[in-house]
């Protein structure tokens, strides 16, 4: 049995509307045993021996961040993509050449190092949304699983914890044309291949577990969405889908189908509790009640949806309909949560010209206890007993934070001011640094081997 005790000069508990002084933290076998505010003790002195051994951490504690949106390979694009114009449609077209470069072994060695710039930034567990599942000419590789496997083994060298969100993608088009050129090896051919494949794989380690994802209303046909739902209900997994990102796609649905494409999920079975749709950009007010009605989560992905132009969303809508909110890096423009929680709230001030539509806690569970109930870990993202052992520490005394009160974090620290970053009760972050992974040197070459082959 291996216990630590940690004591935080500041540490953000549960329900909580602002962080709490002089908290102690203990943690046995990467679970969290003991949380106790110094303060709340009678005598004040009661239990001081323990705190000998405790490990301090400066600044404020957090539970762990949950990116619950990630598209791994795309942080090759981060920089290369911002010349002349162009929408998400061209900006997709760049995306392809990458995807078309990587195998099981490059895809490897380029998810290992975004992952461990994930914990750097204090996040402790990714949904991946994963659809290069096939080898360039649509052909399997020997191991179906081959490309998912990579990722799991990522996760783990990085140090986090993974939900693999494993992608149907069929389809080019809302009207059915086939997949070519790079988009060939996403497809499984019809949805029930893509669940034979699925069921098939196991991943390795208890970091990680398989959910599904439908890609979009364009890529899966109506009359196979349910064929992905129901394996997410029969496997009590997690379902993800990108909904709504492009008017265009709203459009051709219309065309097609004669409804939106949240209606078109709704009426196949999709929406849910355990369901949590991607964007959620451009919605009618229906669609937003079927959403919060169904008490479907949606992930937000404020940084990437400006890099494409996509829009923003109606998240405060969207809230009080019922959907939980959780935050997800998407493309990895930026991999900052602090930026994409505040950007929920400063996005909905560009839109609504009003400020103060989400309090700073309801910004940290969008960033930690949500973002992990959406990739299936109910046991993460909170400092209570019970709940693993997932710890960040955010400095104060940055020049981004001085000066700031510690429930402002959210609207003040940027991803370089976590100092410490403890997933499971074993410290991946120290000091700023990563302790197994040379993030920039291995991002670097990542990058390079499928940018330059």
Sequence with gaps: MSTTRWLAEYAWLPDEPEPTADVLIETVDG???????????TPPTAGVEVLAD??????????????AHSHAFHRALRGRTHGGRGDFWTWRDLMYTVADRLDPDSYLALARAVYAELALAGVTCVGEFHYLHHRPDGGRYDDPNAMGAALVEAAAQAGVRITLLDTCYLTATVDGQPLTGPQRRFGDGDANR??????????AGEHARVGAAVH?????????LGTVAEWARRH??????????QPAENDACRSVHGRTPTRLLADHGVLGPTTTAVHATHLTSADVNLLGGSGTGVCLCPTTERDLADGIGPARRMAEAGSPLSLGSDSHAVIDLFEEARAVELDERLRTRQRGHF????????????????LGWTDAGRLAPGNRADLVTVRLDSARTAGVPPVGVFFAAGAA?????????????????????DVPAELTAAIRAVITS
């Design 31 to 41: 679970r969290i045993t003991l949380v106790a505010p110094l303060a709340a003790r």
């Design 54 to 67: 405790a490990v301090r951490l400066p600044g404020l504690t957090l539970p762990g961040l949950a990116d």
């Design 194 to 203: 893509w669940a034979d494949r699925v069921e098939a794989f196991t991943p």
């Design 216 to 224: 979009s209303v364009r890529a899966v046909p109506a009359d196979q």
């Design 236 to 245: 009590d997994a997690p379902l993800h889908a990108h909904l709504s990102e």
């Design 359 to 374: 309090t700073p806690a309801a910004l940290r569970d969008a960033a930690t206890v949500t973002g992990h109930a959406a």
């Design 417 to 437: 001011d976590v100092t410490q970053v403890v997933v499971d009760g074993r410290v991946v972050v120290r000091d700023g640094r990563h302790t197994t992974v």
